[in-house]
């Protein structure tokens, strides 16, 4: 169990580029999921798969984000023309299974600072 | 819809004293309820989980929580304080059975100092 792991670790970029983020989930996990916190805050769920498919979008997650899980091993997050609203930890969890109570592994995320 | 709501963002104690992280919740369904724990750098660790079944949920390093439905409480707690659980904690509310039982909602987090 090497755990789940995000890349970059931290991004700085400027208003209105594009910024993509990696998360390589435990091999064996079916479920992927992308949640975003800011300062002061608790995570806040944004997006999840099991395995290819996305099944549900937060409202938080507005046209210029879009995610995928190819082949149902890694995810990307992009972001697209970002917005200084956008600067916030982007963390991406993991799980196997189908029940109902299994236990999330989270990553140490990505902090995105839009300048 | 669900919330979730920490009383107290920073909570100090000393070393060797009793810890009480208090979280309250708001569910339309039977809930599920989790603590995550995050050290400095590091990921969200589950420390505990209720689902079904008995009411005290034992988890690791010493903390346990108690369901009460009654009080839509979900408080941790921990007898004896050590320095290497300094951390933030979170407490977390999903759909129970039937549910969107996979996705959570966070409460903001209480940081938990412990001074020597």
């Known amino acids: 169990d090497t755990g789940v792991s995000q890349d970059p670790r931290h991004k700085i970029t400027k208003r209105g580029q594009n910024v993509t983020f990696r998360c390589d989930p435990i091999?064996?996990?079916?479920?992927l999921y992308w949640y975003r916190q800011t300062l002061g805050q608790g995570p806040e769920f944004l997006t999840y798969f099991q395995n290819e498919a996305q099944l549900e979008k937060s409202r938080l997650l507005s046209d210029r984000f879009s995610a995928e899980r190819p082949k149902g091993s890694f995810s990307t997050l992009e972001i697209q023309r970002t917005e200084q609203g956008d600067s916030a930890m982007y963390l991406c969890?993991?799980?196997?299974?189908?029940?109902?109570?299994?236990?999330?592994?989270f990553g140490s995320g990505t902090q995105l600072s839009v300048l | 819809a669900q919330s979730v709501t920490q009383l107290g963002s920073h909570v100090s104690v000393s070393e060797g004293a009793l810890v009480l992280l208090r979280c309250n919740y708001s569910?339309?369904?039977?809930?599920?309820l989790f603590w995550y724990v995050q050290y400095p750098n590091q990921g969200l660790q589950l420390l505990l989980k209720y689902t079904t079944g008995a009411t005290l949920v034992k988890g690791i390093n010493g903390f346990e929580a108690e369901f009460k439905k009654s009080e839509t409480s979900f408080h941790l707690t921990k007898p004896s304080a050590h320095m290497s659980d300094a951390a933030e904690y979170f407490c977390?509310?999903?759909?129970?059975?039937?549910?969107?039982?996979?996705?959570?909602?966070f409460g903001k987090g209480t940081l938990l100092t412990v001074n020597p």
């Open positions: 091999s064996e996990h079916n479920r």
């Open positions: 969890a993991s799980s196997f299974g189908q029940a109902t109570n299994e236990k999330l592994f």
């Open positions: 569910s339309s369904v039977p809930p599920y």
């Open positions: 977390a509310v999903s759909e129970g059975s039937g549910g969107s039982n996979y996705k959570l909602t």
